[in-house]
């Protein structure tokens, strides 16, 4: 079945380490997103890509970097720059209709990241 | 800016019906949408409108817009414990190359069913 699989469920990182999220869909999409969720807070956009090897900043992308080398994948990667990463991170997907609205978005299970 | 807000909680019995709110600014919206997410669990789509819909209904589901008030609301008919979950209200422009179809979230509103 197609979907979103994000991996690994739960993530322990500790301080100064780099860590790294994974996000793949087989739905075919163009555009694909990074949220984080903190509790109380809704969602807030850390990065999104319309095509491949291309990505632009959300509203929270400081110390946390992407890459967009193939459509299928999107990982995040948390930096020793990001102070506060434990929260619960959403990877979501959906066509992209250029010049066009963007469909609704499709999200995976999440990746919930705690520090040791 | 750009805000959505929603009330935090509501609780209802099992077979009554329950209606979520939500208000948002931005009057450029083009799609508003209604995620549900259960615990430890990603974002489910529920449904969506376009904006020059007042009304969506899809089984239990009943959406309605004011665009005038920018309102939007989520009525769930004949609730059930297993609707026990936060939605989400969310609201995009849909255009590439402007806000590029970027979501903009509420807070969520917690929905517990008693039984």
């Known amino acids: 079945d197609g979907g979103i699989t994000q991996s690994p469920k739960y993530l322990f990182r500790k301080e100064g380490q780099n860590v790294t999220l994974s996000c793949e869909q087989n739905l075919n999409h163009d555009a694909m997103y990074w949220y984080r969720q903190d509790p109380g807070q809704g969602l807030r956009l850390i990065y999104y890509s319309q095509i491949v090897n291309d990505f632009q900043k959300g509203d929270i992308a400081e110390g946390y970097s992407v890459s967009r080398e193939k459509k299928e994948s999107f990982p995040l990667t948390v930096t020793s720059a990001q102070k506060n990463p434990t929260a619960f991170y959403l990877c979501?997907?959906?066509?992209?209709?250029?010049?066009?609205?963007?469909?609704?978005?499709?999200f995976g299970d999440g990746t919930r990241l705690s520090i040791l | 800016g750009e805000d959505v807000e929603q009330s935090l909680f509501l609780s209802v019995r099992e077979g009554d019906s329950s209606v979520i709110n939500c208000t948002y600014t931005?009057?450029?919206?083009?799609?508003l949408y209604w995620y549900k997410q259960e615990p430890g669990a990603g974002l489910q789509l529920l449904t969506y409108?376009?904006?020059?819909?007042d009304m969506k209904q899809d089984q239990r589901l009943t959406v309605l817009l004011n665009k005038k008030d920018k309102h939007l609301s989520l009525r769930i008919a004949d609730t059930q414990t297993g609707d026990s979950a936060i939605y989400f209200c969310a609201e995009s422009h849909g255009n590439y190359g402007g806000s590029q179809g970027n979501l903009i979230f509420g807070k969520g509103t917690k929905l517990s069913v008693k039984p």
């Open positions: 931005d009057s450029s919206s083009t799609y």
């Open positions: 409108i376009f904006s020059n819909m």
């Open positions: 979501a997907s959906s066509t992209s209709d250029l010049g066009g609205p963007n469909q609704p978005q499709h």
